[in-house]
């Protein structure tokens, strides 16, 4: 997995919950490509006709608070998202998204200092965010230990795979 | 370290766990909700072909059962089949109820066990000193495959009871109260446990509301220390075999915080988040639509006598849809043998089958733009009940009987001090 990439800025407030990631109502599908349809559903109704693929989401405290659907990590990864940097995540989704392959970092006050449209770069294994927009610099918590482990296998589907084949 | 530590490091064959450690822990229970088929295709898309402990795993049809499209029909068909391939037996077909308080009735939620379940709300186990926590899809086919999934020992606040809580007025309350104080992410990673002195006189359906409520300030896993109540409640469901961890008292917390229920007054978490938390007063007066009175959280049958009390030789609002939904098949058979379901729908209360209903904006009484619902539930998300146009008030079980009654938010105290005509 490429662990630095640069993209555009797609801003959103403080607790934003999986009901407005993913309505409730859109869980009974399965396919990918059906999920991917209603990204942002409740909190942007315009988010998927305005989201690029390679684009960067950033949000202020527990970013994907909520229920336990994995729909809205899927839908996130499915329209293309490159990595989120959010204040903090709820745990489960931060869980989802890791698990999925989906690059989740933690970057306190990140909110404050990032405009929507504005440039990154980001390198998820050193934390560095740089706003080429405005030329600041910000430093994420850099992504270590196992879930870096999952990340680099592109998600935990690869690595239990992997397993499964060592072992036979 | 602490009890929850205590049972992390006993599942993870480990002597000692700490704080911020990664350990892979044995699952003792793990429970799949019929809203998450992406669970066998997680666990088909790693190569999974046999469920590693079939006897540990139980499949709940809860979020959308009975099937109201034919996408959630073919949904239950795959996971009937997907069970019966697997030899998963634990199969909790339409009418069972919700997967909490399923666990509960069937005394397997219980101290030390480490419980997963695709579903946020897990924490509500810790009522029974268990490690209890929600997890998605693709962590589930981790489980199914292996039989373990890996956790980081969280830090572990602790919240003090004390007072008491007044008539009409519930542990939701309180929990409501603590939540609007803290914020909904206050607790984000980390485990929450309530002690004190005030928990002693709360039930088991009490202590489920209050750990339940724990995830909407984010917590991993919430937890009370077992006592008589905890060992009365599993006795009575046949159950003698447990091991119960206690905190060494030497543990230091990453918070403390003290709650006095002396005085607290019915409250209310106002539109559009769970710690928008008012008086329920200031917002007497506002009209509703729909009173739900139901889910993990206030769906017990404490929640529907509450109800009865309030509805009892009275009707509900002309102008007000009253759905009634018990957690669970067990619920809805002793609340009937107490004569409680007669009461309230004479009242005029709508009977749904047991299961999560509209909480989760699936079926069964969604809203549309601009209805107001008050609810026993726990979340009030902008959409989570349908429309986003639609506004949910988190409530007590009393306080949404009392809407239902009146038409509109009213405090329902008054029905519960006796001797007080109303
Ligand atoms: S009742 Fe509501 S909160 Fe509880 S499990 Fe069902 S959908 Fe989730």
Known sequence: METQFIGRAFTFGKNIDTDQIYPGRFVELTREKDIARHAMEGADPEFVKQFKAGDIIVASTNFGCGSSREHAAITLKAVGTACIIAESFGRIFYRNAVNLGLPVLVCPGVSQHIDKGDELSVNIETGLIKDLTTGKDLHAQPLTGYPLKILSAGGIKTLIREKRTQRH | ?422
Not at chain 2, 71 to 88: D, V
Not at chain 2, 178 to 194: T, W
């Open chain 2, 1 to 422: 370290m602490h009890a929850i530590e205590k049972i992390m490091a006993r599942a993870a064959g480990e002597k000692e766990v700490t704080t911020g450690q990664i350990v892979n822990c044995r699952i003792d229970i793990a429970g799949i909700n019929d809203l998450y088929l992406q669970t066998v295709r997680s666990f088909e898309e790693m190569g999974g072909i046999k469920v590693a402990a079939p006897d540990r795993v139980i499949v709940f049809f809860d979020h959308y059962a009975p099937a109201s499209t034919i996408i959630q029909a073919e949904n239950h068909k795959h996971f009937r089949t997907f069970c019966s391939q697997q030899g998963i037996e634990q199969l909790c077909d339409v009418n069972c109820g919700v997967c909490h308080q399923v666990l509960a009735d069937r005394g397997m939620s219980g101290p030390g066990k480490i419980m997963v379940v695709t579903d946020s709300h897990t924490t509500t186990h810790g009522a029974f000193g268990a490690f209890g926590t929600g997890v998605g899809a693709t962590d589930m086919g981790v489980i199914l495959s292996t039989g373990s999934l890996w956790f980081r020992v969280p830090e572990i606040i602790r919240i003090n009871l004390e007072g008491e809580l007044g008539p009409g007025v519930s542990a939701k309350d309180l929990i409501l109260h603590i939540i609007g104080k803290l914020g909904a992410d206050h607790a984000v990673y980390k485990a929450v446990e309530f002690c004190g002195p005030l928990l002693k006189r709360l039930s088991i359906s009490e202590r489920m509301a209050l750990c339940n409520m724990t995830t909407e300030m984010g917590a991993k896993t919430s937890y009370i220390q077992p006592d008589d109540i905890t060992f009365d409640f599993l006795r009575e469901k046949g159950v003698e075999k447990f091991e119960t961890f206690f905190t060494d008292p030497d543990f230091s917390y990453a918070g403390e915080y003290n709650f006095n229920a002396t005085g607290l007054t019915p409250r209310v978490a106002a539109p559009h988040s769970v710690d928008n938390v008012f008086p329920l007063e200031d917002y007497a007066g506002t009209r509703i639509d729909q009173a739900y009175l139901g889910t993990c959280t206030g769906g017990r049958v404490e929640d529907i006598a509450s109800a009865a009390k309030v509805l009892g030789g009275r009707k509900v609002h002309p102008e007000v849809r009253f759905l009634v939904v018990p957690a669970s098949k067990d619920v809805l058979l002793e609340a009937m043998a107490m004569g409680h379901i007669q009461t309230l729908v004479q009242a005029g209360a709508t009977l749904v089958s047991p299961g999560c209903a509209a909480c989760l904006g699936t079926h069964q009484g969604m809203l549309t733009d601009s209805e107001v619902c008050i609810t026993s539930a726990n979340r009030n998300f902008p959409g989570r009940m349908g429309d986003t146009g639609a506004k949910i008030f988190l409530s007590s079980p009393a306080s949404v009987a009392a809407a239902a009654v009146a038409g509109e938010i009213v405090d329902p105290s008054p029905y519960f001090v006796t001797g007080r005509p109303l």
